[in-house]
């Protein structure tokens, strides 16, 4: 395990700054496209043999694979295997999967072991608060219950936007953070971008397979190979239902096949071992991230299905902890229909879309489009189907937010006063130009 852990630190260290990298456009040779890709190849210029090897090797193999090389254990590898199949419609023998446990193992909450999580305290509710205050304090007006129905488009370039109950608001600038399918083909609508970019936003993979499944619990588990409903360490960490690589594999397969998983897998966790003001004292919150049930689940509620999916994943975790079940007080099940028609995760993917190779960097969310700027002047995308995007980092919308100061500069550069952000045409390409 340290070794593991010293490895993945290096990693860390070349694919870290890459998640702060602006993907530049390659395959343009328009010369500020190709001195973004030369400077890109510059600054990891010093990467070794084995570096480079080793990147390949994450990107390409499954996490399955990757874990037979380091771990023999298989309690220890399926542990493991959960961070590279969590949230993705793949199993753990599906080439790419080991990408997908780095991106969520190169971050560090601070406690100097890389790829350690957190709680916040009250929750992620308590995240979006802290940055509504930020902004409200900054002088932004914040409104809720008021959905988009449109982008508004004057003279090629975003004008504001149109709710659903008529009212109109405009905006010199537009940043949009939800799915790309509702941003672009819905707000925008197609007859308003170039079809090659209509056609890639069609073919975004987003699919899931994800169910939620909130607990509230009278009594913290009392887990037969460590007894105690007394909070002890293990409650602590993450409780995960994954015992061993085949465990997980026949969930995804099942799901592939069109059935739910029999026997489900789990990442879960105790957020009130730490956080006591999500609920009265005395009680707990058994947080369960679940996978999977089939991916076109998300065009239909299931409701009593995933009732019955929800009782065999409760029935797994109460073979090793028997008071598990009658410490239910109430439960909350939550699948991709809900994730999709209650939150706007289309297909009920939480990433946006999904974290495979073929959706990375300069690919995220399409060819030519991934430096957090748009088809249509003015409009900025900073959802998590933006490159960095999968998990809570804040990144695309840090980048966003550069992007659209950066061509007001540079619009004041050129006229010599305030005004709208402008990006002039470049024919080479099919996109408008940067700045």
Request: proline share 7%.
């Amino acid at each position: 395990m340290p070794r593991w852990d010293a490895w993945l630190g290096g990693l860390a260290e070349v694919l870290g700054p890459l998640l702060l990298t602006v993907p530049p456009n390659l395959g343009s040779r328009q010369p500020r496209d190709l001195k973004e890709t030369l400077r890109l190849a510059w600054r990891h210029r010093n990467l070794d043999v084995r570096t480079i090897a080793d990147v390949t090797r994450l990107m390409t193999m499954s996490i399955a694979d990757l874990l037979d090389d380091w771990f023999e254990s298989p309690q220890v590898k399926g542990a493991l295997a959960v961070n590279g199949v969590i949230g993705t419609w793949a199993g753990p023998y599906e080439p790419g999967t080991a990408y997908v446990m780095a991106h969520h193992s190169i971050g560090d909450v601070g406690d100097g072991h890389l790829g350690n999580w957190g709680f916040q305290e009250g929750g992620m509710g308590a995240v979006a608060d802290t940055i509504a205050k930020a902004a409200r304090e900054a002088g932004a007006e914040i409104r809720t219950d008021a959905k988009v129905s449109r982008v508004l488009i004057k003279n090629g370039r975003a004008a504001g936007v149109e709710l659903e109950n008529g009212q109109r608001l405009s905006a010199k600038v537009l940043v949009s953070s939800v799915h790309p399918r509702i941003a672009f083909l819905d707000h925008v609508g197609r007859e308003n971008l170039p079809d090659d970019f209509v056609k890639d936003i069609e073919h975004w993979k987003t699919r899931s397979g994800v169910v939620k499944i909130n607990l509230a619990l009278a009594e913290l588990p009392d887990f037969t190979a460590d007894p105690g409903t007394n909070l002890q360490e293990h409650h602590t960490g993450s409780v995960e239902m994954a015992p061993y690589m085949p465990y997980i594999e026949r969930a995804f397969a099942e799901a592939r096949e069109g059935k739910p998983a029999t026997r489900p897998f789990s990442d879960g966790v105790i957020p009130t071992a730490f956080d006591t003001t999500l609920c009265p004292e005395g009680y707990h919150i058994m947080s369960l991230f679940t996978q999977w049930v089939p991916a076109d689940w998300s065009e239909e509620p299931h409701t009593g299905e995933l009732q019955a999916y929800a009782d065999r994943m409760i029935d797994c975790y109460n073979e090793v902890a028997p008071n598990f079940k009658s410490a239910i007080l109430h439960r909350d099940v939550v699948g991709p229909y809900q994730m999709e028609h209650d939150y706007g995760l289309v297909g009920g993917n939480i990433f946006h879309g999904e974290l495979s190779l073929e959706q990375l960097f300069h690919m995220r969310p399409a060819p030519g489009f991934a430096d957090y700027r748009t088809p249509v002047p003015g409009m900025y995308y900073a959802s998590s189907a933006t490159h960095a995007g999968g998990g809570v980092c804040g990144i695309p919308g840090m980048q966003a937010a550069k992007a659209a100061l950066a061509d007001r500069r540079a619009a004041i550069r050129r006229t010599g006063r305030t005004g709208r952000p402008s990006r002039p045409s470049r024919p080479a390409i099919r996109r408008p130009g940067r700045r």
